[in-house]
């Protein structure tokens, strides 16, 4: 027995992620892998093609010069090459540094050049950027192009494809659970952008409790609005339905560009932001539209509005069908999930009364504490409190997906790492609480969160609490609570971005609907003292799912266009 147990653990400490695709080559050759748009017309790729593929694409890296250990820049589109080059660089134990597309440029090249990597694999656009801030990367000795190469050097992906020198199989390197696998740059919508350490095992872990939340099964078909999601669906054996939209854009996608393909193939899963959602389901509302094939609508990256969830399940999925939102971080993901069902029937009134957005139960291997809020490092959980069932604190969290480090910043990884005793805790960066049956509620960003002081006692305010109740207004779409400065104090004000048929309200009628959502604010306790307002026509948001409010931006601008602001006249 104890040489079974011993065993076991040896195979998962070699185990690569890349070792899931010539299992599901050998046991799915012909099952399609990733259908893709060439030219408007869909082209298959099956398992067997895929593998093949990866060794061959491996042959030609390590021709190149590339060898275990190496760091690669890719900057490459959501299109079958994505897919190839990622598991490619997994199988050769070569680690892809993946930078988020919609990033600012001057973020875009702090981040490549503190990769200090050894090649890039990039897109033509990606090669002009090298040769216009060639210091940036100046590590970057092998470098090559998907698509067609202008007058920079090195290979393409097609030329390395169709060598006959790499036509042959290339050995899955082997690597222990610890190995680096990836670094994933956040966008930086929390924040400077952040490379985050990802090792085999995390991905290994990651996509066990993905499949075993989910119930995802091969005969499933994906379409991933978000091209890392994608990654853990192809590992699965599920059949991946490339979307035609830009991922660093995703509000801006045509809704029918997803609707389309999920009815023509009969699509069973579909993760996107809710900015996507938002779009699908008005669309599918307006033109009287079902999925009957979508079993799973996944959403992350911010709270999903009830009535979009309500629009969905009543109008849009099938009778089986659910809306699920996982929550997490790029550096632990997931930390819990819950269904559209569940909040609809169980938790929605709750969050529109200003009680924080439910977010379910800790997954399975996850641990969820609440701790005092701090915007200090704390190195051992002797340095910080444990808060009682029902207060609102720092949400810290354990398991065996959350990440150990950033890249090459000991500095911040010392700001969000707890370590008690041999267990590594993470500080994800958001306040909540856990309630009397153990479920987490999320009530914010820990740096969004307004401090005032009243009657010489400080108070605190958290964005999402506050925000829903302005949000029950019908004319309005979102509100951002900020802090600004005021008479030599910081007082809390709400931003207001209203739903398009009312943007166009004249002065009189924008300031009687201003009294009508402070009178709102004056029925509840959390949001009595906020008695300053502005409108903004667009709210800035992340570039990643264009989800999350940019409330820092806000309060910056508010700060500057004080003379813009309602006041609350009793």
């Known amino acids: 027995m104890f040489k079974i147990e011993l065993g076991c653990k040896l195979l998962i400490m070699l185990g690569n992620i890349a070792l899931y695709i010539p299992k599901l080559a050998k046991e799915f050759p012909d099952k399609v892998a990733i259908r893709h748009k060439i030219s408007g017309v869909y082209k298959d790729c099956s398992f067997a093609s895929f593998n093949r593929k990866t060794n061959t694409l491996a042959n030609g890296l390590q021709a190149e010069g590339l060898v275990k250990g190496d760091r690669v820049i890719m900057l490459i ?42 090649a890039l694999i990039a897109i033509p656009i990606g090669h002009i950027i090298k040769a216009v801030f060639f210091k940036a990367f100046s590590s970057c000795k ?37 190995d680096l696998a990836a ?21 290994e872990n990651q996509l066990k409790s993905i499949q075993e939340i989910y119930q995802l099964k091969p005969e499933d078909t994906d379409i991933p609005c978000f091209p890392l999601l994608g990654l853990f669906s192809l590992g699965i054996g599920i059949t991946l339905i490339l979307p035609d939209m830009d991922p660093s854009k995703p509000a801006k996608v045509n809704p029918m560009n997803i609707i389309g393909p999920i009815q023509e193939m009969g699509i069973t899963n579909c993760f996107a932001s809710p900015a996507v959602w938002h779009k699908i389901s008005k669309y599918c509302d307006k033109n009287s539209i079902q999925l009957p094939s979508l079993k799973k609508a996944i959403t992350a990256g911010a709270p999903v509005r009830g009535d979009i969830l309500r629009l969905m399940i009543d109008n849009i999925l099938p009778d089986d069908g659910d809306m699920y939102t996982p929550y997490g971080a790029t550096e632990s993901l997931p930390v819990t999930s819950i269904n559209g069902r569940s909040i609809l029937e169980e938790t929605q009134m709750e969050t529109d009364k200003g009680k924080g957005t ?22 051992s959980f002797s340095d910080t409190n444990i808060l009682p069932q029902g207060d609102i604190g720092e949400i810290v969290v354990s398991s065996s997906m959350i990440t150990k480090r950033y890249f090459q910043d000991d500095e911040k990884t010392r700001g969000v790492k707890i370590l008690e005793g041999e267990k ?65 104090e910081i007082k809390p004000a709400i931003i207001v971005e209203l ?4 943007r166009k309200l004249n002065k009189q009628a924008l300031e ?56 609350y006249k009793a």
């Open 512 to 567: 009687l609907l201003a009294q009508e959502l402070f009178l709102l604010g004056q029925k509840e306790s959390i949001t009595i003292d906020i008695h300053r307002l502005y409108y903004y026509r667009d709210l800035p948001v992340d570039v990643r799912h264009n989800s999350k409010i940019n409330r820092a931006w806000l309060r910056n601008w508010a700060q500057r266009s004080k003379k813009k602001q309602i006041l």
């Open 424 to 488: 590594l805790w993470h500080r994800i960066g958001d306040v909540g609480y856990l309630d009397a049956v153990g479920k987490l509620w999320f009530c914010g960003r820990k740096d969004h969160r307004v401090e005032y002081k009243k009657s010489g006692k400080q108070e605190t305010l958290f964005t999402i609490n506050c925000e829903a109740i302005f949000n029950n207004h019908p004319k309005v779409f979102r509100t951002a609570l900020v802090g600004i400065h005021d008479d030599g």
């Open 358 to 379: 439910c977010v379910g139960h800790a997954v399975a291997g996850v641990e969820i504490r609440i701790i005092t809020i701090s915007d200090e490092p704390i190195a």
């Open 77 to 118: 589109k959501h299109t079958l090459e994505f897919y190839l080059v990622t598991f490619t660089l997994f199988k050769m134990g070569v680690v892809p540094v993946i930078i988020d597309p919609g990033m600012k440029k001057k973020d875009l090249l702090k981040c490549i050049k503190q990769a200090d990597a050894k």
């Open 142 to 178: 092998i470098q090559v192009t998907v698509g067609r190469k202008g007058f920079w050097k090195g290979k393409t992906i097609n030329e390395l494809l169709s060598s006959k020198n790499n036509q042959k199989p290339f050995p899955t390197e082997n690597v222990v659970a610890t």
């Open 499 to 502: 739903e398009n048929d009312f």
């Open 183 to 203: 670094i994933l740059f956040t966008s930086g919508s929390t924040g400077v952008p952040k490379g985050v350490e990802y090792e085999h095992g995390i991905f």
